[in-house]
């Protein structure tokens, strides 16, 4: 199965919608997951009431489309020297092991808008004026805490990530502050027309989501993170320096998203933000598939995790919910 995806032939990504089909169907008779019918996404005050099958079905739709926008970004990027849809793969499996993959959630939203962001640093390496990607980046970045408050931590570490690929210049600021604006000024009109506002005691209550396989999900992440960690070792070593600006923001990225989702699940038991770990590693995974030293083991280990996703509909673990 992993041959076929490593390889650059466009027709495997008609095997993503089958993957994402049976985990919908294997939830559907075994019920691992709840559906929840409602969602609230961020600062809106009100709450969207949806049937089941189109909770299913927009969730499904979702996570499809972030494959392939993640996949666009190594491919026409020159992230690696070939096309490879990998990391479309690594995505879906690497979801299938979270709750909100299953239902339509703000998380699955957020995963858009954090691959909207990444088109855009990728852009920086391309052109000398980049005004126009700050703002973009920095327009979907205030969309994303507008559709999950708590991201708005990030921001510093986010301009980290920026500043890895691109120095610093004042004649981008400008459009960085208006790009990030402009989502709250929408917000704050729609609010005083409507008369409503937000409740951010919200931030700081335990959202927490039964989770059945907590020590799995964490222990399989740790796993990933390291066999990525000395996988761009060897990589950065003899990469020219445009993958290496890319891979180095990645990096961040990924260290971002990991602290953040630590705090999260400290703090309010939230594990559900872990998945954010995945959108930078399912890319820098590929220098570990289609490396020299690590590929076998990569190999293994994206087996255990994929028989795991599938057989966990059929198994009762006895952990406690975290």
């Not at 739709?61 to 990027?77: D, E, H, K, P």
């Not at 490879?84 to 299938?96: D, G, Q, R």
Request: a positive charge; proline letters at 3%; aromatic letters at 20%.
């Amino acid at each position: 199965m992993i041959k076929l995806f490593l390889g650059n032939k466009t027709f495997v990504l008609l095997l993503l919608p089958i993957y994402l089909f049976t985990y919908q169907l294997l939830n559907y008779f075994f019920g691992f997951y709840s559906i929840d019918h409602s969602v609230q996404v961020g600062l809106c005050p009100f709450t969207l009431n949806v049937g089941y099958f189109w909770s299913v079905f927009a969730a499904s739709s979702l996570v499809f489309i972030n494959a392939i926008g993640l996949n666009l970004v190594v491919n026409r990027n020159n992230f690696y020297d070939r096309n490879t849809y990998i990391v479309a793969l690594l995505y879906i499996v690497f979801m299938s092991l979270f709750h909100s993959s299953y239902f339509l959630n703000p998380i699955l939203l957020l995963h858009s808008i954090f691959i909207l962001i990444l088109h855009q640093l990728f852009a920086f390496n391309k052109q000398e004026d980049i005004r126009k990607n700050v703002f973009n980046a920095f327009l979907f970045l205030g969309i994303g805490i507008t559709v999950s408050p708590s991201i708005g931590f990030l921001i510093p570490l986010f301009i980290i990530a920026v500043m890895v690929i691109r120095p610093f210049s004042w004649k981008e600021v400008f459009p960085s502050i208006v790009g990030i604006i402009i989502p709250f000024i929408y917000y704050f009109s729609i609010s005083y027309i409507s008369d409503s506002s937000y409740d951010f005691s919200q931030l700081f209550i335990n959202s927490q989501l039964p989770k059945k396989d907590f020590w799995f999900i964490v222990i399989a992440t740790f796993i990933f993170i390291l066999l990525c960690f000395f996988a761009v070792i060897i990589k950065t070593r003899k990469t020219k320096i445009q993958t290496s600006k890319q891979i180095r923001s990645l990096v961040v990225l990924l260290t971002t998203f990991l602290a953040f989702s630590i705090y999260q699940i400290l703090s309010f038991q939230q594990i559900e933000f872990l998945s954010l770990v995945f959108l930078p590693l399912s890319i820098l995974l590929i220098l570990a598939f289609l490396g020299d030293s690590y590929a076998n083991a990569a190999h293994i280990i994206f087996y255990i995790l994929f028989g795991y996703s599938v057989i966990k509909f059929f198994l009762f673990l006895p952990t406690k919910d975290v």
